[in-house]
């Protein structure tokens, strides 16, 4: 008799009681990005909400040209831009409602902007001047997060108190697929699941960590998958068509707002410029994989849609766009304007009480100015 037939048939070990068990189903992404733009659905979407999703996109792209030619005229210390990826941008600040925040990484300045910051105040890190450059609680825009996925687990530990305490508040957290690689990613999504959190997460997947493919960062079928790991729902977008990232976003939020918990979208997109004005993008991808592409331009697809159903004509082309040279005039030419500058500020807002270390650094600084001052006027 062998040893398995002295102990009679094998039986799985039943799962402990404490133990949940949720069918993956419910929880997959389609196989194919969700898609407006060019399908039947397109018909019913809100006309009002398409044309200014295109007014938005187009000023947009006049955006990042003009942050991207501050860079090279020295106004800018960096511009990662959005190029490409402005559906992805707009949607997400359309998405929301006043009381919700948007936590938005290095990229995300358009977002920003599209929330109703200052686009100067929001470039204003980039410049390196004076720290965040915008009142977070002015417009629930958490400051710029420069490194990666750090601003995740924020997100999802304001919408839990917020959750706690009552207030009718959904969180946006946006990174990168590079952002996906961190351990802050895991750490923010795991939370999330496990709190069910009021947050969205959204990733932008423009296909290079840098220069990094994203082949070399992961191996399962799509970023979108990752969320049935931690118990949420993954959603896959076409992030190239602005209507489809605001419903899937929308959808995302207001599922979040009524109690369902957080949910990971990835949108498919590309970043069209160089990963930032410092990058020469040509040694890791080819000119033919850009131009194809520029051919699924987010305004491209929009502008089709909104041309082959009457919602716009060329008048109404040519007002968008020029808005938005309106828009790239007045920030270009506050950009140009020298900030008045008090070394005195690097000591605000760094603690609520200053440490004797920093009492110290402040006092020595303001004597060596004050002793400055004093032999320019002697």
Known sequence: ???????????????????????????????????????????????????????????????????????????????????????????????????DWLFPSYRDTLAVVARGVDPVEALTLLRGDWHTGYDPYEHRVAPLSTPLATQLPHAVGLAHAARLKGDDVVALAMVGDGGTSEGDFHEALNFAAVWQAPVVFLVQNNGFAISVPLAKQTAAPSLAHKAVGYGMPGRLVDGNDAAAVHEVLSDAVRRARAGGGPTLVEAITYRVDAHTNADDATRYRGSAEVDAWRDHDPILLLERELTERGLIDDAGIAAAREEAETFAAGLRERMNQDPVLDPMDLFTHVYAEPTPQLREQRDQLRAELEAEQEGTQG
């Open 1 to 99: 008799m062998t040893v398995m037939e002295q102990r009679g048939a094998y039986k799985p070990a039943p799962p402990p009681a404490w133990q949940p068990r949720t069918d993956p189903a419910p929880l997959l992404p389609d196989t194919e990005p969700h898609r407006v733009l060019g399908t039947e659905a397109a018909a019913k979407a809100d006309p009002a909400l398409l044309r200014t999703l295109y007014t938005q996109l187009v000023r947009g792209r006049r955006y990042n040209a003009q942050a991207t030619a501050l860079t090279k005229q020295g106004r800018l210390a960096v511009y990662p831009s959005s190029t490409g990826q402005e559906a992805c941008e707009v949607a997400a600040a359309l998405a929301l409602k006043e009381q």
